[in-house]
Nanobody
């Protein structure tokens, strides 16, 4: 059984930075596509960034140039680093592993809250 544990959320001022971590527990860090999603209150869940098994990354237009996804296979950890945060980045951020369908993954973390204040 694979478990994903996110950390690093919190409150930050607009223009600030944060770094989220997602540790993969319970199985070897397999060659799986990994992703970060977010969901703001009253809004649908949306993809933030993903990194595929070849290391290719893709990000939503809303975060391009500000957010960076990366992974450390030795530490079984996925990261999301954000700079120049905006109030609209406020959301619960979820880590996901191993794509199952177009917009779904086999494994999801419990989420970590990010609040950006002006």
């Amino acid at each position: 059984q694979v478990r994903l544990e996110e950390s690093g959320g919190g409150s930050v001022q607009a223009g600030g930075s944060l770094k989220l971590s997602c540790v993969v527990i319970g199985n070897r860090y397999t060659n799986c596509e990994m992703a970060w999603y977010r969901q703001a209150p009253g809004k649908a869940r949306e993809l933030v960034s993903l990194i595929d098994s070849q290391g290719t990354t893709r990000s939503a237009d809303s975060v391009k140039g500000r957010f960076t996804i990366s992974q450390d296979n030795d530490k079984n950890t996925l990261y999301l680093e954000g700079n120049g945060l905006k109030t609209e980045d406020t959301a619960t951020y979820y880590c996901a592993a191993c794509r199952r369908s177009l917009d779904d993954y086999y494994f999801w973390g419990q989420g970590t809250q990010v609040t950006v204040s002006s």
